[in-house]
């Protein structure tokens, strides 16, 4: 709030970014705020009364930055975005899956914008990214002649003032996510393709694909790809493709010597788990009750100072 005034009383034009960070228990949310929620009778699930306060607080923050706008004057000269980075590690439904993963309970978020050019309570269902941002803060600062080529997504500008119109202009009308990681979703590495309302999931691990029909389908429960075996061949070759164009890294398979058909670590976690390798003393991937007996004198050897405490940086892998 602070910050808004100076600037307006300095009569100098801002950016601000709030990016808001909160978790799903009572500590994550204000004492008053979880009091408030308990009262709403939402059940006895902490975990879910605690994700209802941290939203109420997120609500009331942003409340007061809009009622700040308008206290100074300047809310018709002012564009307000908010959006979020991924969807909640629960659950999504109507959507399938989560954050972490390119179903799209993982990547489907709200995107609110307030602002002269934009039309007052309108509502649009025209797929956009948050790759569009730019172009589009560019366009209605008129400056989007000076955006270097390389620059990607569309400016959100003329559907702003006719949500109808539908139209993005973008060089490629597909939509690509590529997500070649392990995270939170067991189909592993994945990248995306969403054009015409189909979407194409590649599943990296066992070279799969899936192919759904978002507007009839927005649950992606009905997996088209072996009816639909032209259009999984035709958005596999533009998903290929548009990869090819920007130089992006792919997953490479994972490997063992051959014979050996010992199950293939976890690879979900990018780092070694330093504890149970040093309780491991004979490497076979578990723990016998003679090695559990030594995780006090195990703990004790990662204070590498000496100065009697573990912490964070002892115990992660070099």
Not at 36 to 51: C, F, M, S
Not at 200 to 220: A, H, M, T
Not at 222 to 236: E, F, I, M, R, S
Not at 249 to 274: H, K, Q
Request: overall charge positive; charged content about 25%; proline content about 5%.
């Amino acid at each position: 709030m602070a910050f808004i005034h100076r600037q307006v009383k300095a009569s100098k034009p801002f950016y601000l970014q709030l990016s808001h960070y909160g978790g799903k228990s009572q500590a994550d949310a204000k004492p008053e705020t979880f009091e408030k929620v308990l009262k709403l009778g939402l059940g006895r699930n902490e975990r879910n009364i605690g994700a209802a306060a941290v939203a109420l607080d997120v609500d009331t923050t942003i409340g007061m930055i809009l009622d700040k706008l308008d206290e100074l004057g300047i809310a018709n000269n002012t564009y307000v975005i908010y959006t979020a980075d991924h969807g909640t590690p629960g659950r999504n439904g109507p959507l399938r899956g989560s954050k972490g993963g390119l179903w799209d309970g993982g990547i489907r978020i709200p995107l609110f914008i307030r602002g002269p050019a934009a039309r007052r309570g309108a509502h649009s269902s025209v797929l956009v990214t948050g790759v569009d941002l730019v172009p589009t803060v560019a366009d209605l600062a008129g400056v989007a002649d000076r955006l270097p080529k390389a620059v990607e997504g569309g400016s959100l500008k003329e559907l702003l003032g006719n949500p109808s119109s539908g139209k993005v202009d973008r060089r490629a009308s597909e939509i690509v996510f590529h997500f070649p990681h392990y995270d939170k979703d067991s189909l592993g590495p994945v990248s995306a393709i969403i054009a015409d309302n189909f979407k194409l999931l590649r599943v990296y691990e066992g070279q799969r694909n899936f192919l759904f029909n978002l507007s009839k389908d927005i649950g992606e429960q009905n997996d088209l790809a072996t009816a639909w075996a032209d259009k999984v061949h035709q958005l596999d070759a533009r998903l290929t493709k548009y990869l090819a164009s920007v130089g992006a890294e792919l997953p490479t398979a994972r490997t063992r010597p051959a014979g050996d058909r010992s199950p293939i670590a976890n690879p979900t976690r990018g780092r070694r788990d330093v504890i149970f390798e040093a309780l491991d003393q004979n490497k076979d991937g578990k723990l016998t009750a003679d090695e559990l007996k030594r995780l006090p004198e195990t703990l004790r050897s990662l204070d590498k100072d000496g100065d009697g405490n573990v912490t964070r940086n002892e115990v992660r892998p070099r």
